[in-house]
């Protein structure tokens, strides 16, 4: 039971929060929607001519980007629909050979709409992790720190009658995604490849390395091309001056110390790989997004150990990566790079935030993992994975990872703090991670009711009045995360909290 002077160190913390930050701290991830509820297991079924389906399963040619007709039915607990005139492919790099493909889905290839806004469905096999987790719990990482980031949930796969096996369904990065997260879609949108290191030499211009996917015809590379001018040509404050204009600074920081971390080596920092460029036309930025983060929490290819590896030289020593090694040349973007890192190892980034999540979706998924065929790993190797290395790329439990993980980069940063979220100064536009998001509606309040969505479930639920004192309500919660709050008494005018376990959010009352 909480006190009241409970409820008031929360209420100081908060405010603090909201004096220092409230014109910053906007959190450009939406909410989880009817589509990914990550709380649960989904159901899609394929229906397509079998002689498609072998030829989907049995390519010819597994690079082949080749669609072929289905019918698609998607069901969880809000919905139960089928669409046909889609389209499915095989999609993935080096995964394309493995036993178990992963799938594109297009609903628009064959002239058919969208699917809940949706335009494409990513179902991935997750062939490099047993656990069938990292992914998921990297994008989650991704998210709480307010790195823009997709969305996921895993769903059981059937193709004309047959278990295809448990899949993770990740949120296509396109115009869409941007439009979610940034109200418009004009801007240029890059899908980087391996070898898009940023330097100044005119690879901007290769499609190759920087794959545009929107305003394709256009072809106008010259907001990115000045950036990439401005990072190579200055150093010290006056790449400071001449680069935040341009660039989200302070997004790429906490990108960073989320990809640190977690041991994301496949990403900028050491292959140069796996990252999205967006043109943000509102604030005339290009914006950072990381995808592809399977190969995490202990995962290793390149003979590494990525548990041990100093988050304060983290990035590849190899190669000339203009976005970590100049910006972490600046005394105050390193100090912010590792407080980043600090505040993340007492928040999300612990065992005690990780712990119930990992483990409630693993259970969630036992069962369709005991019966999916085409993993390529044991159930028992699935049951022991949080706690147990498999061997080979797989050199850690996600447990013992994120355990060691913890202590070296303890040692590492030794003597800095985390973020005082009244800091002023350059670095006090950062979003620092408060609270996962919560959505309420309607804000102002004029009745004596109001709904909240959040990603937070099973949590303690509170509203704080302005001098800390927990204003009496009834709630119930009409879907995993969706709640309808009611007033016992009709409440004061003015602003309050609504907590949800450790997440907070503002509202008015009028």
Same mark, same amino acid.
């Given at each position: 039971?909480?006190?009241?002077?409970?409820?008031?160190?929360?209420?100081?913390?908060?405010?603090?929060?909201?004096?220092?930050?409230?014109?910053?701290?906007?959190?450009?991830?939406?909410?989880?929607?009817?589509?990914?509820?990550?709380?649960?297991?989904?159901?899609?079924?394929?229906?397509?001519?079998?002689?498609?389906?072998?030829?989907?399963?049995?390519?010819?040619?597994?690079?082949?980007?080749?669609?072929?007709?289905?019918?698609?039915?998607?069901?969880?607990?809000?919905?139960?629909?089928?669409?046909?005139?889609?389209?499915?492919?095989?999609?993935?790099?080096?995964?394309?050979?493995?036993?178990?493909?992963?799938?594109?889905?297009?609903?628009?290839?064959?002239?058919?709409?969208?699917?809940?806004?949706?335009?494409?469905?990513?179902?991935?096999?997750?062939?490099?992790?047993?656990?069938?987790?990292?992914?998921?719990?990297?994008?989650?990482?991704?998210?709480?720190?307010?790195?823009?980031?997709?969305?996921?949930?895993?769903?059981?796969?059937?193709?004309?009658?047959?278990?295809?096996?448990?899949?993770?369904?990740?949120?296509?990065?396109?115009?869409?995604?941007?439009?979610?997260?940034?109200?418009?879609?004009?801007?240029?949108?890059?899908?980087?490849?391996?070898?898009?290191?940023?330097?100044?030499?005119?690879?901007?211009?290769?499609?190759?390395?920087?794959?545009?996917?929107?305003?394709?015809?256009?072809?106008?590379?010259?907001?990115?091309?000045? %950036? +990439?001018? *401005?990072?190579?040509? /200055?150093?010290?404050? =006056?790449?400071?001056?001449? $680069?935040?204009?341009?660039?989200?600074?302070?997004?790429?920081?906490?990108?960073?110390?989320?990809?640190?971390?977690?041991?994301?080596?496949?990403?900028?920092?050491?292959?140069?790989?796996?990252?999205?460029?967006?043109?943000?036309?509102?604030?005339?930025?290009?914006?950072?997004?990381?995808?592809?983060?399977?190969?995490?929490?202990?995962?290793?290819?390149?003979?590494?150990?990525?548990?041990?590896?100093?988050?304060?030289?983290?990035?590849?020593?190899?190669?000339?990566?203009?976005?970590?090694?100049?910006?972490?040349?600046?005394?105050?973007?390193?100090?912010?790079?590792?407080?980043? %890192? +600090?505040? *993340?190892?007492?928040? /999300?980034?612990?065992? =005690?935030?990780?712990?119930? $999540?990992?483990?409630?979706?693993?259970?969630?998924?036992?069962?369709?993992?005991?019966?999916?065929?085409?993993?390529?790993?044991?159930?028992?190797?699935?049951?022991?994975?949080?706690?147990?290395?498999?061997?080979?790329?797989?050199?850690?439990?996600?447990?013992?990872?994120?355990?060691?993980?913890?202590?070296?980069?303890?040692?590492?940063?030794?003597?800095?703090?985390?973020?005082?979220?009244?800091?002023?100064?350059?670095?006090?536009?950062?979003?620092?991670?408060?609270?996962?998001?919560?959505?309420?509606?309607?804000?102002?309040?004029?009745?004596?009711?109001?709904?909240?969505?959040?990603?937070?479930?099973?949590?303690?639920?509170?509203?704080?009045?302005?001098?800390?004192?927990?204003?009496?309500?009834?709630?119930?919660?009409?879907?995993?995360?969706?709640?309808?709050?009611?007033?016992?008494?009709?409440?004061?005018?003015?602003?309050?909290?609504?907590?949800?376990?450790?997440?907070?959010?503002?509202?008015?009352?009028?």
């Amino acid at each position: 039971m909480k006190t009241i002077d409970d409820m008031r160190k929360v209420f100081t913390i908060c405010f603090l929060f909201f004096a220092g930050l409230s014109v910053y701290a906007q959190n450009v991830n939406p909410g989880f929607d009817s589509v990914f509820r990550y709380n649960e297991l989904s159901l899609i079924e394929i229906t397509m001519s079998e002689s498609d389906k072998q030829a989907l399963i049995f390519p010819d040619d597994p690079q082949a980007n080749i669609y072929y007709p289905i019918t698609i039915r998607f069901k969880n607990s809000l919905m139960d629909e089928t669409r046909t005139n889609v389209g499915i492919r095989i999609r993935g790099n080096t995964s394309r050979n493995a036993y178990k493909k992963s799938f594109k889905i297009d609903f628009k290839e064959f002239g058919g709409p969208k699917f809940k806004k949706h335009k494409k469905f990513n179902l991935k096999a997750q062939n490099n992790d047993p656990s069938m987790l990292r992914e998921f719990l990297s994008l989650y990482m991704y998210r709480m720190y307010k790195v823009p980031a997709a969305r996921a949930h895993h769903a059981e796969v059937y193709i004309n009658g047959e278990y295809m096996g448990i899949y993770v369904n990740i949120e296509q990065i396109d115009d869409e995604f941007v439009d979610r997260r940034y109200k418009n879609e004009d801007g240029n949108l890059y899908k980087c490849h391996y070898g898009a290191t940023l330097q100044n030499d005119g690879q901007i211009f290769w499609e190759d390395l920087y794959e545009l996917k929107t305003n394709e015809e256009a072809n106008d590379r010259s907001i990115l091309e000045n %950036m +990439v001018i *401005l990072l190579n040509s /200055y150093e010290g404050e =006056e790449l400071r001056t001449n $680069l935040e204009p341009v660039f989200d600074v302070h997004n790429f920081l906490r990108q960073m110390a989320v990809e640190a971390l977690i041991g994301h080596w496949d990403g900028y920092s050491y292959l140069n790989n796996n990252y999205y460029l967006y043109e943000e036309p509102i604030s005339g930025k290009v914006v950072f997004i990381p995808y592809d983060v399977d190969n995490t929490y202990g995962i290793d290819w390149v003979d590494r150990d990525w548990g041990t590896r100093n988050v304060t030289d983290w990035a590849s020593h190899s190669k000339v990566l203009p976005l970590n090694h100049r910006l972490l040349a600046i005394d105050d973007y390193f100090e912010d790079y590792c407080r980043h %890192m +600090v505040l *993340l190892s007492q928040t /999300y980034f612990t065992r =005690e935030h990780l712990d119930p $999540l990992m483990e409630s979706l693993q259970s969630m998924i036992s069962d369709a993992v005991s019966k999916d065929n085409y993993f390529p790993y044991s159930y028992t190797d699935f049951l022991n994975t949080l706690t147990t290395a498999y061997g080979g790329h797989v050199e850690y439990g996600i447990k013992p990872y994120i355990d060691t993980r913890l202590s070296t980069s303890g040692s590492q940063l030794t003597g800095y703090e985390p973020f005082d979220t009244t800091k002023s100064g350059n670095t006090a536009s950062i979003e620092v991670p408060f609270s996962a998001p919560i959505k309420l509606f309607p804000n102002p309040v004029k009745q004596g009711y109001f709904f909240a969505i959040t990603e937070i479930y099973d949590a303690d639920i509170a509203v704080i009045d302005q001098v800390g004192r927990q204003v009496p309500v009834s709630y119930f919660e009409q879907a995993p995360g969706e709640y309808r709050l009611i007033f016992d008494q009709q409440p004061l005018p003015g602003w309050y909290l609504l907590k949800v376990g450790n997440t907070v959010e503002k509202f008015i009352v009028q």
